[in-house]
């Protein structure tokens, strides 16, 4: 049965990359949309659930979510995680710097 769900997850991710031109064998973009296809399972078992929000709602989330995981997973992923880090510990530590107590001049 695993072995079923596995092969039907790496299709929709196959079928997914092909159509939006993502490439599956790019460690980042597969895991992202392999964690996506994850997303999607559990928004429709919830939508079919509880009804709770309007199937055009459900349909922009689903794509707003793919295009955003297509975007932070893309070729220069590991290279904007890297700038992304830089740039959060340079502000961090000018915060640090305007929050800290100034020395008191004789």
Known sequence: MQ???EDAHAEVV???AGSVGVDPTSPAQRLALRGWVGFLEGAC???LTTKDLGREDLVELL???LRAVIRVSGPDAAQGAADR???D???RAKR???QSPR???P
Request: aromatic residues 4%; charged residues 50%.
């Open 45 to 47: 078992l919830d939508w």
């Open 3 to 5: 072995a079923i769900v």
């Open 85 to 87: 880090d830089v740039r």
């Open 96 to 98: 640090d710097r305007r």
């Open 89 to 91: 510990r340079r502000r």
């Open 14 to 16: 196959r079928r997914i």
């Open 63 to 65: 794509a707003s979510s």
């Open 103 to 105: 020395p008191i001049r």
